[in-house]
């Protein structure tokens, strides 16, 4: 839960649909899908859990013809939102969509080249049985990126990032703070869980001003 916001906000999936139009949002998922596509395995099956409607998959189809692409996530109303994928039809309909726990992926070990999580991590009811999933459905030497928003950017960083985006500074505090609200995480929020999760090797670093990614 959030220190500024007093309880659960899983956003409907309209609601969510929404925000991830904004502007800034959209920003941050090309950003997002170009280290994606620059980092993936060719050929290999990336797979994203807590994709939501997998709009950054959409994304990364577009920039990787070679790549296969599953979204999965627990809410088939996500999934299979009359929205998702509107805007791209063949790019969207290249990615496999799989209703799926986190914490119990319906896949077979070691199928996946990468994995991924975006913004979906800090939602998830049993993190660490989740990491441990994610570390057995990817192969031994295949990479998994978490993305979370990074809770100890400020000032400095919205600044930062307003002027990379040529973006009204305070559209992007306002957008940051209202994003923060929800699922901003510390680095030691980070570091716990994949320490539970029994990872013994990890990279966090923080990336486009306001994020965290998580290597393992
Ligand atoms: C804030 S949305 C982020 C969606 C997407 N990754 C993105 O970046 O736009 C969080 C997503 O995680 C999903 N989710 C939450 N807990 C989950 C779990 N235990 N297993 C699978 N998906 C989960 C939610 O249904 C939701 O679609």
Not at 6 to 21: D, I, Q
Not at 53 to 65: F, K, M, S, Y
């Amino acid at each position: 839960m959030s220190a500024f916001f007093p309880f659960e906000l899983e956003p409907p999936p309209w609601l969510y649909h929404v925000l991830v139009r904004l502007g800034l949002m959209q920003r941050l998922y090309r950003r997002l899908a170009a280290d994606v596509a620059a980092a993936a395995p060719p050929g290999g099956l990336l797979i994203d859990v807590g994709a939501g409607t997998g709009q950054l998959l959409t994304i990364v189809a577009q920039q990787r013809p070679d790549l296969r692409l599953l979204a999965v996530d627990y809410s088939p109303a996500m999934l299979r939102h009359p929205w998702a994928g509107a805007k791209q039809p063949a790019a969207s309909d290249r990615v496999w969509r799989l209703v799926g726990d986190a914490a119990a992926l319906p896949l077979a070990p070691a199928c996946g080249a990468m994995g991924l999580a975006t913004f979906s991590f800090h939602t998830w009811q049993q993190p660490v049985q989740g990491l441990q999933e994610m570390r057995r459905v990817v192969r031994a030497n295949g990479q998994i990126w978490i993305y979370e928003m990074n809770r100890e950017a400020g000032l400095a960083q919205w600044r930062a990032l307003a002027q990379e985006e040529a973006l009204p500074f305070f559209l992007v505090a306002a957008g940051c703070k209202l994003l923060s609200w929800h699922h901003a995480l510390r680095a030691g929020d980070l570091s716990a869980s994949f320490r539970q999760a029994g990872i013994k090797d990890w990279d966090l670093q923080p990336v486009h001003q306001i994020l965290w990614r998580a290597v393992f």
